[in-house]
C-alpha cells in the first residue's frame, strides 16, 4: 500500500504517503539476505555514495569478502543494528556487536557509526580491551594483506598511528585483575612482555594467578614466552 492512516479521536483521520523507493538492493551474508534502501545507504555511507556507479546493476552486496572473513564474523543482531543505522533509524549498541560494526564502519565509511562506537568503546574500554586489542591486530593483518591493501588506504588513518599504548596501561593499572582472563595469555608475546616489566619494576610479594598467567602464557606461547620470566623472582620454595 502506498499510504498508511491513523484515526485520532476528535481530530479525525490522518494520512501518510510512503515514500517511493526504486533502488531495493539487499546485503548477503553467508546464507541469509537483508533487504536495503540504496538511495537511504547513500546518506550514510560516503563508500556507497562515492562507489555508487559500481553497484548500479548489482542486486546483492557482499558484507564480508575474502580475506575479510578470515578475520571478523557478523551475528545477526550486528548486521541488523548496521542496517537501522544506516537508514536513519534509532538503534542500540550491544557488547557482543561493538567489533563487527566498528569494522562495518570502517569499511563502508559511516563516519557517524564510527563516532558512536569510539564513544561505546571509550565509556566501556575496560571491559571491551581484549576485543579492542583483537580487533585492531585484526585490522592490520588485513590491511596488509595484498589484495587488501589499496581498498583499505583511505580507512587505515583510524589505525596506522595508533599503538596500543592506551590499553597497556589499562592492563598494567589492573594488572591483578586482568591475570584472571584466560584471553590475556593469547595476546602478542611482545605486549604482554611491555606490560609485565612495567608492572613488576614495583617489588611486591608475588600473587598465585600472577605466577600461573606466567606459566599460562608459556604453555601458549611456548618459548618465546620465556623472556617473561626475566622480570619476575619465583620463590622455588613457595608452592602456587
Known sequence: MSFSTKYIENEGTFYQINPQTHNIKYFTYKNA???IDFEQLKLYSTFFLNEEKQFKNIECIQLLKDPETKYFDLSESSIQ????????????????????????????????????IQSYISNNEKELIFDL???????????????????YVNSLYLFSNQDTTKEEQI??????F?????RFHTLPVA??????????????????????F????????????SVLFSVINIDENHKY
Open 33 to 35: 539476505r537483508y533487504e
Open 81 to 116: 543494528t548496521f542496517i537501522l543505522c544506516s537508514h536513519g533509524k534509532n538503534f542500540q549498541i550491544k557488547k557482543e556487536d561493538v567489533i563487527s560494526l566498528y569494522f562495518l564502519s570502517i569499511k563502508f565509511a559511516v563516519s557517524g557509526l564510527q563516532d558512536v
Open 133 to 151: 586489542l583483537s580487533f585492531k591486530q585484526n585490522f592490520i593483518n588485513l590491511y596488509n594483506t595484498e589484495s587488501s591493501h589499496a581498498k
Open 171 to 176: 592492563l598494567l593499572e589492573n594488572f591483578p
Open 178 to 182: 586482568y591475570v584472571r582472563d584466560k
Open 191 to 212: 605486549l604482554i612482555y611491555r606490560v609485565v616489566s612495567k608492572y613488576y619494576q614495583n617489588p611486591h610479594e608475588n600473587d598465585e594467578y600472577e605466577i600461573h
Open 214 to 225: 606466567l606459566f599460562d602464557c608459556l604453555d601458549y606461547h611456548k618459548r618465546s614466552a
